[in-house]
């Protein structure tokens, strides 16, 4: 079975004070690693789909990285406005859909 | 393009009463997705249909809810009767390939 760890549950960080959220994954065949963002009340909002270790992608200050066994979601010089949770879902072989994780939220102060 | 559409929003009831919750993927998307999402955990894969055919119902629970998508577009989500623990938020997603999934704004459920 598929199975999505991330750490930490939470994040408080200052604006401009640049961190990195880790999923750990173990997966049958991965298909594809994906990163959403989800604000209060919201739908997930889809980031990044990585598909092959070493793969990297950007999106204004979000930095997402795949290695064999994690990835993690790097936020440069973060602002208020990049507070959110962020979810990390795994797509493996031997089933057809995503498995998530528990979420990081993260907490951007002025 | 218009996104995944939900309705209601928010729904309280109380504990053994009915409810149902519907869904509007984007236009062409053939795959569609309900998701459970209890407070501070991630979204748990209900059920997905590819067109009007069940794909996947392996985590739905069958002895009270139930799910269908009519002619391969909208979709209705049911609970009957409803408990306690279905407390959470009900994400529909659809999918215009086999991996990437857009979400709904959800329908928050409150049983008491």
């Known amino acids: 079975e598929d199975q999505v760890t991330q750490s930490p549950e939470a994040l408080r960080l200052q604006e401009g004070e640049s961190s990195s959220l880790n999923c750990s994954y173990t997966?049958?065949?991965?298909?594809?690693l994906f990163w959403y963002r989800q604000d209060p009340g919201k739908g997930p909002e889809f980031l990044f789909t990585?598909?092959?270790a070493g793969e990297e992608k950007e999106k204004e200050r979000l930095k997402a990285t795949l290695t064999k066994k994690e990835s993690f979601l790097h936020i440069t010089a973060p602002k208020p406005e990049d507070s959110a949770t962020y979810l990390c879902?795994?797509?493996?072989?031997?089933?057809?859909?995503?498995?998530f994780g528990g979420g990081t939220r993260v907490l951007v102060k002025p | 393009e218009a996104g995944v559409a939900q309705s209601p929003r928010y729904k309280i009831i109380e504990k053994r009463q009915s409810v149902a919750f519907w869904c509007n993927p984007i236009s062409g998307h053939a795959t569609l997705y309900w998701y459970q999402q209890i407070l501070g955990q991630g979204p748990k894969l209900l059920i997905q249909f590819q067109n009007n055919g069940v794909v996947d119902d392996s985590q739905l629970p069958k002895d009270r809810f139930s799910a269908e998508r009519l002619k391969g577009v909208d979709s209705t989500l049911k609970i009957q009767p409803a408990k306690l623990e279905d407390s959470a938020v009900y994400l529909c997603?659809?999918?215009?390939?086999?991996?990437?999934?857009?979400f709904g704004p959800g329908t928050r459920l409150t049983v008491t």
């Open positions: 990585l598909y092959s």
């Open positions: 879902a795994v797509h493996g072989a031997a089933g057809n859909k995503l498995t």
């Open positions: 997966v049958s065949g991965l298909r594809g």
């Open positions: 997603a659809s999918s215009p390939t086999r991996y990437e999934q857009y």
